[in-house]
């Protein structure tokens, strides 16, 4: 029998935003796949229909804090699998990753500075750059032999200027998995523009 968490589902038809939308936004029908939204189509794990369902089940639907033992399980995770010491009170919740990221953007900068992005990447990054009225800095992905790589060159001339710099790894759209080199020049950069 097929496990539970490898079950395929067929959401046409539920108003799901990856298929149904195809129709309502794209006018696009059965020949297109909808690659263009990070959705899945697999069942749900059962331990999170249940919590859910269990947390239905008491009729509250008030506004609630994000739970101390949320916050502890986040920190315990980063130390567990990283060795990072995560205080948990710094652990804060955010309900998607455009929100987070605007949230990032209008506590760590000011109106006129610099972000540094890599186009091509995921459309919100230069949306909520641009809407918060920071300077948009590009520092384009460069394609070589088929795969997208960081321009170096460019990178450094962006960050130099750069209040902050917006990380997109796994890399959307181009699916890139920086490596630790990579990552590491990135860091390098970082602790000698931040030390000058």
């Not at 496990?3 to 539920?14: A, C, K, M, N, P």
């Not at 369902?53 to 101390?68: I, P």
């Not at 060795?83 to 900068?109: C, M, Q, R, W």
């Not at 890599?118 to 300077?135: A, D, I, M």
Request: charged share 25%.
């Amino acid at each position: 029998m097929k496990s539970i968490l490898h079950q395929s589902l067929d959401r046409t038809g539920t108003d799901s935003v990856k298929w149904d939308g195809l129709d309502r936004w794209f006018h696009l029908k059965d020949d297109v796949l909808p690659l263009w939204v990070a959705d899945i189509d697999i069942r749900t794990a059962p331990s999170i229909s249940e919590a859910l369902t269990a947390r239905a089940a008491t009729g509250e639907f008030g506004y609630t804090l994000f739970s101390r033992d949320a916050q502890a399980a986040v920190s315990s995770w980063y130390e567990r699998r990283h060795k990072l010491k995560v205080d948990a009170d710094h652990v804060l919740f955010s309900n998607g990753v455009v929100p987070g990221l605007t949230h990032i953007v209008e506590a760590l900068t000011e109106e006129g500075d610099g972000i540094v992005i890599q186009s091509p990447v995921y459309p919100p990054f230069h949306e909520l750059v641009t809407g918060l009225k920071r300077e948009l800095l590009d520092a384009p992905l460069r394609q070589s032999d088929g795969r997208y790589e960081m321009d170096f060159d460019v990178l450094e001339i962006q960050m130099r200027k750069a209040k902050l710099f917006l990380l997109c790894s796994p890399h959307n759209p181009v699916g890139r998995v920086w490596t630790e080199v990579e990552l590491k020049q990135v860091v390098d950069w970082h602790v000698v523009m931040t030390s000058s």
